[in-house]
């Protein structure tokens, strides 16, 4: 475990796990690529999975609102909840516009719906469990979202790239700009906090990238 809390040393340990995350994912890019080019040109099916990528935006605002609610909750996590909270609804909106139609958080408006839910679900408790005796509520938020920001940054940088290469006018930009800076403070705010520990960073990624499998099947099997 270390404390470093200066930002430039922090985001050098951040630059070298985001490298070690890109490692271990390679086997997974073509994958996700050929669900991405399956999903992006077929508009109903693609608006079920902007819906779901909306669903688990709102399901991670409104954890981190869940756990953090108290009277120490400050500016950070605030703009961490405000910022989930738009991505959800940014989602949602780009997800009408593709079906053409309103579109709720129910099985048929989404892909996979139980396999994405499960997915929250488990690292979610898998976490907890692993950390339990060992940290604080705050310190648990922070590593959670810490974990689902390496997988969203990665995973929205290959739907960005699919949507650019097919001519798709949606773009990413502003999300991918704020899931990389929260991911920077949350490292930042661990690190600060003497925290910030590789080997369980290590552990948690491990059980994150098992339940991402389950979603990338149980999504390709949704979309046929
Ligand atoms: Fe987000
Ligand atoms: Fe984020």
Do not use: C
């Amino acid at each position: 475990m270390f404390k470093i809390g200066d930002k430039r040393l922090d985001g050098s340990w951040l630059d070298g796990a985001q490298a070690r995350f890109e490692k271990d994912n390679d086997a997974l890019v073509l994958q996700t690529r050929a669900l991405l080019a399956r999903i992006v040109p077929d508009a109903p099916l693609h608006g079920r999975f902007i819906n779901t990528l909306s669903l688990l935006e709102h399901m991670g605002s409104h954890k981190i609102m869940a756990t953090q609610h108290g009277a120490a909750i400050d500016q950070a996590t605030l703009k961490h909840i405000a910022e989930e909270g738009h991505h959800a609804y940014f989602m949602k909106r780009q997800a009408e516009k593709a079906a053409q139609r309103p579109l709720e958080y129910r099985p048929p408006d989404l892909l996979a719906a139980a396999a994405a839910r499960m997915y929250f679900q488990r690292l979610e408790s898998s976490l907890v469990r692993m950390l339990a005796a060992q940290l604080s509520a705050h310190a648990a938020y922070l590593y959670m979202s810490l974990i689902v920001e390496f997988r969203a940054l990665w995973f929205y940088r290959l739907y960005q790239h699919t949507l650019k290469r097919l001519g798709h006018a949606m773009s990413l930009k502003r999300v991918l700009g704020e899931e990389q800076s929260h991911l920077g403070d949350i490292a930042h705010r661990l690190a600060m906090g003497g925290e910030l520990s590789n080997a369980r960073v290590t552990a948690f990624l491990e059980v994150e990238k098992r339940l991402y499998e389950r979603v990338l099947v149980a999504m390709q099997r949704a979309a046929g």
